[in-house]
């Protein structure tokens, strides 16, 4: 395991993105789900969110394959954007779990 990290980390540029994107999704799937524990939104917010990051995530996903987006940078926003939508979408799922609802 330790090998497979330091390859990780031997890659340059590469690791930068990766773990910004780490970094971004896990500060992502914490938020969502601690602003339902504070009674932020309602339910069909978060179940709206849910479904909405989904099925862009599954859009861009599809883009993603090979040979449908061509060039580095076009590539590499478009995984991005996957995997921060995928984020969202399994942080409303947790959010769900975590909802309370406001004092009213």
């Given at each position: 395991m330790l090998l497979t990290m330091t390859g990780m980390f031997g890659v340059g540029a590469h690791s930068a993105i990766v773990i910004s994107l780490i970094l971004a999704c896990l500060a992502i799937l914490?938020?969502?789900p601690f602003a339902a524990s504070q009674g932020w939104l309602h339910i069909p917010g978060y179940a709206g969110t849910?479904?909405?990051?989904f099925g862009m995530a599954l859009v861009?996903?599809?883009l993603a394959r090979p040979g449908r987006v061509t060039g580095v940078i076009?590539?590499?926003f478009v995984a991005v954007a996957f995997f921060l939508l995928m984020a969202a979408a399994v942080g409303s799922v947790l959010a769900l779990?975590?909802?309370r609802s406001p004092k009213l």
């Open positions: 914490i938020a969502i849910a479904i909405l990051s861009f996903g599809w076009s590539g590499t779990l975590f909802y």
